[in-house]
């Protein structure tokens, strides 16, 4: 992957359109696509299942799927999401019993396995399992909703998360999530992020080429 990936998310798209909208926003740069999978339970909205990464895959769409699941608990999503053509399966560390059987579960699935940490949740739960991570995502908004505003205690959460992966020299991603737009996203890359997903600030515009452009121009200067 690049060094900065941007991956849009689709809670933000047309979902009439789904395929379109993904197919639009992969030729108009985008490096993954971001799923937001919720459950009414874990988080207080409902979106989707791994019907929808199937109906992607069927569509033709081959670039990166990104799942990051907002569920409760997280094993037989696990399996549907890998069985549906997911490439990145992340989850929060509390929805979830057994943290490392669930890395394992995504990795031997042939996926890259995530971990989520909410606007106030520790990094801790990174302390024995930090091999087996391919992502750390860090939420800057609270889970649930797209189109929140930016919390700006991720920035010194981001320069830890960075702190850890370098001291580690593993090639751990560190990515975003939440109010990403293109009025902030040079700081989030200099507090250590690599990799933004943007909902609002991408299929919240008319050309999604000028808004991908203009995140990576900021990412640039
Ligand atoms: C929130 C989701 C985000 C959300 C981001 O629970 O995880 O991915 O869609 O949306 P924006 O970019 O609009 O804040
Ligand atoms: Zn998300």
Same mark, same amino acid.
């Given at each position: 992957m690049q060094p900065y990936a941007i991956a849009p998310s689709i809670l933000a798209a047309d979902f009439a359109r789904l395929g379109e909208e993904v197919s639009r926003v992969l030729e108009a740069g985008a490096d993954i696509i971001h799923l937001d999978v919720m459950d009414n339970?874990? +988080?207080?909205n409902l979106t989707i299942g791994p019907m929808v990464c199937t109906a992607l895959r069927r569509f033709g769409i081959s670039a990166p799927l990104d799942v990051h699941l907002m569920v409760t608990p997280v094993e037989r999503l696990i399996d549907d999401f890998l069985a549906a053509g997911a490439n990145y399966i992340s989850f929060h560390p509390d929805a979830c019993v057994h943290l490392d059987r669930c890395l394992q579960q995504i990795k031997e699935g042939g996926a890259k396995a995530g971990? +989520?940490?909410?606007?106030? *949740? *520790?990094?801790?739960?990174?302390?024995?399992v930090l091999d087996k991570v391919d992502l750390i995502l860090l939420m800057s908004v609270n889970p649930g909703f797209g189109g929140q505003r930016f919390i700006p205690s991720a920035l010194d959460k981001l320069r830890q998360a960075r702190r850890l992966i370098d001291e580690s020299g593993l090639p751990i991603r560190l990515q975003i999530d939440g109010g990403v737009k293109q009025d902030n996203i040079r700081q989030i890359a200099r507090a250590g992020a690599d990799t933004f997903v943007a909902g609002t600030a991408i299929f919240g515009q008319k050309d999604y080429r000028a808004a991908i452009d203009g995140l990576r121009r900021e990412l640039e200067a």
């Open positions: 339970h874990y +988080v207080p971990l +989520v940490f909410n606007p106030a *949740s *520790s990094l801790d739960a990174l302390d024995y």
